[in-house]
Every structure is written in C-alpha cells, then in structure tokens.
C-alpha cells in the first residue's frame, strides 16, 4: 500500500495562492489514481480534485473550477494541487488519496481511495 505524506498548507490572505505537495512512498504513484479531498471544521470530508492514472479524466468540485488545478510529476512520485483565487470558505484539512482501482470520473469523485495522508491545514483570512 502506498504512503502518503501531504505539505505546503498554511495562512494565506483571501486571493492569495498555495500549492500542496503530496510526496508518495512504497509504491510508484503514476500506477495509482489520485485524490484531493478537504474538511473544513464541523463539515462532511468532500472531493476536491481527482485524476485518473493515465489522466483521461479529471474532477474539479464546482466550488474550485478555474481556480485549483491538479497535477502529478511520476518522476517525483509526487502530486500537486495548485490553489490560486483562494477564498475564505476554502480553509479546510486537505488530504491526498491514491487507489490503484478506483476510476474518478470527470463528474464524479467519491471517497472510495484505499490510502490517504494525514492532511495539512490550509487557512484562508478575509
């Protein structure tokens, strides 16, 4: 099972950028499909981005099209989600996932990944 260990949260201003990193061990990540997901405090864990393996489909949550961007380097066994515009209601954990079964689709992304991070705080002020 593949390890994943998430960073690059913290404080940002309303409009500022962030970009996560979610570094992956004991296994090759580009065999994997892969998730970002948040919580934000007192709510359910929704997804946020999700790319299928060979990445012909991608999910974006409504509430983050045009303004967050998924992405993953095979070579760094890494993936990314780029969050730029970023908004007060996007303060959240935000978790990365990778299943090597699991097929997001371009409309839908369900929590069904078997290996998640611990997660990392991302806090946006107004």
């Known amino acids: 099972q593949v390890q994943l260990v998430e960073s690059g949260g913290g404080l940002v201003q309303s409009g500022g950028s962030l970009r996560l990193s979610c570094v992956a061990s004991?296994?090759?990540?580009?065999?994997?499909?892969i998730g970002w997901f948040r919580q934000a405090s007192g709510k359910e864990r929704e997804a946020v981005s999700c790319r299928s393996a060979p990445g012909d489909s991608t999910y974006y949550a409504d509430s983050v099209k045009g303004r967050f961007t998924i992405s993953r380097d095979n070579a760094k066994n890494t993936v990314y989600l780029q969050m730029n515009s970023l908004k007060p209601e996007d303060t959240a954990v935000y978790y990365c996932a990778a299943d090597p079964e699991y097929y997001p689709d371009n409309d839908r992304c369900s929590a069904d990944f078997s290996s998640w991070g611990q997660g990392t705080q991302v806090t946006v002020s107004s």
């Open positions: 004991g296994a090759t990540l580009g065999y994997y499909n």
